[in-house]
C-alpha cells in the first residue's frame, strides 16, 4: 500500500484520534469519582491546615474535618446569615463564584471549633498569580479582626518563586495580623521586604522574585475579605458586648 | 538483552551524547524546574517515564506511519501518554500531581522527546527505542539535578527544602545569593557543565 497516498494519510490520521480520543475519554471516565474524592479532600485539608490542623491520616481527613469545622455559613452584604445548611459554604465553587459580578457572588464562612473551644471563621479567597489562579483560605479570631492562620494554593505559578506562597515560611507571617485598624477596613498588605504600606494596613515580607504573585495575594486579600466587613464587624461587636 | 549497541543506546546519553550537554535539547524545561531540587528530581523521573513509553510506541507503529504526518503522530502520542500519566497521577496519588501541576504540560514541549522518537524511535525496533529513552531520561535528569543542586545551595541554602548553610554563615554576613533563583543563573550554570563536560572530552570540542 503507498503509505504517502492522500486516502492512507486521511484514514490514519482518523483512526488514531478516533482511537487515542476513546481511550482518553474512557480513562477520564474511570478516574473522575477517585479524582473527585481526592479534590474534595485537599480542600478539606487546605481548611485544616488554615487553622494549623493537620489530619492524623488521611482516611481520617473527612472524620477531622466534621470535628473541627462545626458550622456552614452563607452571608449577605449587610453580614447577616442567610443559610446554614450543612457543606453549603464547602460546596461553593470559588471557581465559578469569582467570575459573577461582585453583588451576586456568594459569601461563604466556615464556623470552626478549635479544641480550647475558640470559634474561628475561614473564609475562601481566590484571584489570579503570575501563570493562573491562586487561592487560599484565611481563618479568622472571633473578634472578627485577627487573622489566626492562612493556606494558599496555587495551579501553575513558577517552582522556587511564586509557588512559594505554599510555604509555611510565607503563610506564617499572617497569623496575628489585623484586617481592621481603627474601626476601618484595611486588608493585609503583602511588601516588598522592608517596604511599608502607605495606607496603615498590617503588612506581610512578599517572595523576592515572584512580585506578581505576591501582588496577586495581596489583591485577593483585599477583593475576596472586603465584602465581609459587615459580617466580621457584627463578629466584633458580638465579642465586645455578649448579650 | 544488552548488545554492543543497546549499551550504548543506554549509556551514551550519560556522557558523550547527553541531550542537554552535547544535543543541547530540553533546555527550556532546566531553566524552568531548577530553582530547588525537589521538583527538579520529580520533573526527571516523570520525563524518563513519558520518553520510555513514547519511543515503544512510536518504534511498535513506526512502519505504519506516512512520513508526511509523523510529526503529527508523534505529538499525539505524546500528548496521549502525558494526559494519561496525569490523570493516574491525580486519581491515585494527589500529592505528587500537585507538585507537578506545570511540568506535565512542560514535558509535551520538551524537544528531547521529539529529538529521540524523529533520531531513533522511528527506525529501531521496541526495546532499543526502549534503552534509548530511559537512557536519554537520565541523562537529562542528572544535568537537572546537578544545575537545581548549585541553584538551591546558594540561591536558598537549602537542599531538597532543608537548611544546610549554618547559621552563623548568616550571622556573619553571609547571604543567600537571590541572583541564583532567577531563570538566566540556570542558563550560565549549563554553560559552566558544558565548559567542563567539553573540557574533559576533547572529541567534543568543535574545530574551526
Redesign the interface.
Known sequence: MN??SNI??IV??SV??LV?GV??AF??MA?KP??DV??A??KRSQILASLHIVAPSEGELPATYEKYVTRDLLVDREGNIVDSTRNVAFEVDMKKNIKLAEADRQLPVLECTLDDGSKKYVIPVRGAGL?GPIWGFVAVDADGSTIYGANF?H??E????GARITEDEFQQQFAGKQVFKEGAFKSVSVMKKGQVPSNGSDHVDAI??ATITSRGVGAMMQTCIAPYEPFLKKLSGATANPS | MLSKKNKEALFNPLSKDNPVLVQILGICSTLAVTASLKPAIVMGIAVIAVLAFSNVIISLIRTTIPTTIRIIVQLVVVAALVIIVQQFLVAYTYDVSKQLSVFIGLIITNCILMGRLEAFALNNRPWPAFLDGIGNGLGYTAILVIVAFFRELLGSGTLLGCHVIPQWCYDHGYENNGLMILPPMALITVACIIWVHRARNKELQELN
Open positions: 503509505k504517502n492512507y494519510q490514519y490520521a488514531m484520534v487515542v481511550a482518553l480513562i477520564y478516574l477517585k479524582q481526592n479534590i479532600n485537599d501563570w494554593s495551579e501553575g513558577t517552582p522556587g518563586l523576592s522574585g
